[in-house]
């Protein structure tokens, strides 16, 4: 059967190159997604593909999720959907569930013609080409390549297509809410040849102070706004250095001298050189590892802000938490992760990621064991040089193609 896939595929490819490339050219940043996910219910439908292809409806319900994410306000649902797509198997089977996402970033400085694909030597160049439509394209390469080849499989294969995983989840916590069963889920992320059987969490946060402005003159007067931020960053770093030990011992993430990083993105104060200001706000994120629940850091976060600065400094902020993400474990040895292993011929290194993603909606929340892999490399998401290979695509889809054989049970 190796073979048959392996010439399936090849013969696929050009199609795959173009389902990419189609949809590299939609701008499709968080909360723009529609248009691509409208392109996908068409070419899911066509009658080739074998699938049934559903429309699961977005609300505004959602923004009163405990765990609904808002680095990104103002977003509305209403006229919004992901999409679901499934391959029924006879029955007797293991299910098996995909889920990639459609959002992108915005585009990086520099980046020229970002919605315009170009293809050089076989790599395909684009916002979003790895991360993630270059996973949605690898997706379609394998439903397209069971249909061709009119494998019967055992159990079913289904497919979760979401908006909004950049900015928090929000798409796949609408499908987790929607409910979801299955015996394995693969999350397709660019994963530079390893296959993530841990997936470390994170939380982003928002800092906003409030100082007493005044004139450069008068010191012991004023309270600077942007100090307190400093002082805040500080003490921040010393907590993270202290998580950062304390989360030592865990074998797939101590080879990384620093997997949950924390990081000051976005600092904002002021408007005069010679004036300290009333008001900074202050943004970033944290990583997570397994040893800590989301909450507990949460907590310690704050504790470690209480106790940054005077009476002044701990009631003149406000801490806000935009984005909550819980670590995602599953056991090596679980028949998914060694599945994938076998169709791959071991050539998948077994690794924790260092980057947080949706996986811990479906592990943690509906109970289904959860991997991440997929073609590309993080190295170049979200940068401007944004890239992947189709013979990567190519070697992901033939990997996947045979690890549903392996898991859900299939016979030609």
Same mark, same amino acid.
């Given at each position: $059967? %190796? ?9 696929l ?8 490339c ?6 499709? +940043?968080?909360?723009?997604? %529609?248009a691509?996910m409208?392109?996908?219910s ?8 074998g699938?049934?292809?559903s429309r699961v *409806? ?11 994410s808002?680095p990104?306000p103002g977003?509305?649902y209403a006229? =919004? ?5 499934? =391959?029924?198997g006879r ?8 889920? +990639? ?15 315009t694909?170009r293809?050089?030597?076989?790599v395909?160049?684009?916002?979003g *080409? ?10 379609w !390469?394998? $439903? =397209? ?15 979760h297509l979401?908006?909004?995983?950049e ?12 409910g979801e ?5 693969i999350v ?5 040849? /390893? ?6 969490g994170?939380?982003w ?12 003159? %008068? ?5 600077s706004?942007?100090?307190m931020? =400093? ?18 011992? !865990?074998?797939?993430?101590?080879v ?5 990083p ?13 004036? &300290? ?6 943004a970033?994120?944290l ?18 802000l209480? *106790? ?13 938490f $935009?984005?909550k993400?819980d ?5 090596? &040895?679980h028949p998914l992760p060694?599945?994938?292993?076998? *169709?791959?011929?071991?050539?998948l ?5 260092t980057?947080?993603c949706?996986?811990?909606?479906y592990?943690?929340?509906?109970k ?31 990997? !996947? ?8 049970g299939? /016979?030609t």
């Amino acid at each position: $059967m %190796q073979s048959e896939i392996h010439s399936t595929v090849a013969r696929l490819l050009p199609e795959a190159q173009a389902v990419l490339c189609d949809l590299i050219r939609f701008p499709s +940043t968080c909360g723009n997604e %529609q248009a691509a996910m409208r392109y996908l219910s068409v070419i899911f439908r066509k009658p080739c593909m074998g699938l049934k292809c559903s429309r699961v *409806a977005l609300t505004d319900k959602l923004l009163d999720d405990p765990d609904y994410s808002n680095p990104v306000p103002g977003i509305k649902y209403a006229g =919004r959907f992901n999409l679901r797509v499934a =391959r029924k198997g006879r029955g007797g089977g293991r299910s098996l569930l995909f889920n +990639t996402h459609l959002d992108v970033v915005p585009p990086s400085e520099n980046m020229d013609q970002p919605w315009t694909p170009r293809v050089v030597d076989g790599v395909v160049h684009g916002r979003g *080409a790895c991360d993630a439509k270059g996973q949605a394209a690898t997706f379609w !390469l394998v $439903m =397209r390549a069971l249909a061709e080849m009119k494998i019967k499989l055992a159990g079913d294969v289904i497919g979760h297509l979401v908006v909004e995983e950049e900015n928090g989840g929000n798409g796949s916590l609408a499908m987790a809410r929607h409910g979801e069963r299955a015996d394995g889920c693969i999350v397709l992320e660019p994963s530079g040849g /390893k296959l993530f059987t841990s997936i470390r969490g994170a939380i982003w946060f928002r800092l906003v102070f409030t100082g007493r402005a005044g004139h450069s003159g %008068q010191a012991g007067v004023t309270r600077s706004a942007l100090l307190m931020a =400093r002082d805040a960053m500080n003490a921040l770093e010393q907590y993270h250095a202290k998580l950062l030990a304390g989360s030592r011992g !865990l074998p797939l993430f101590d080879v990384y001298p620093n997997p949950m990083p924390l990081t000051f993105g976005k600092l904002e104060a002021g408007n005069w050189p010679a004036s &300290a200001p009333s008001r900074a706000v202050l943004a970033g994120v944290l990583g997570l590892l397994p040893n800590k629940t989301k909450e507990q850091v949460c907590d310690e976060f704050r504790a470690a802000l209480q *106790a940054a600065g005077d009476e002044f400094f701990t009631q003149n902020f406000e801490l806000q938490f $935009m984005y909550k993400h819980d670590s995602s474990v599953l056991d090596p &040895a679980h028949p998914l992760p060694q599945s994938i292993l076998r *169709a791959s011929g071991q050539t998948l290194e077994v690794a924790g990621m260092t980057a947080s993603c949706d996986a811990w909606f479906y592990n943690n929340q509906l109970k289904i064991p959860t991997v991440v892999c997929g073609p590309g490399t993080l190295k170049v998401a979200h940068s401007k040089d944004e890239q992947i290979g189709m013979q990567e695509i190519a070697g992901a889809a033939e990997t !996947l193609l045979s690890s549903i054989v392996d898991y859900c049970g299939a /016979k030609t």
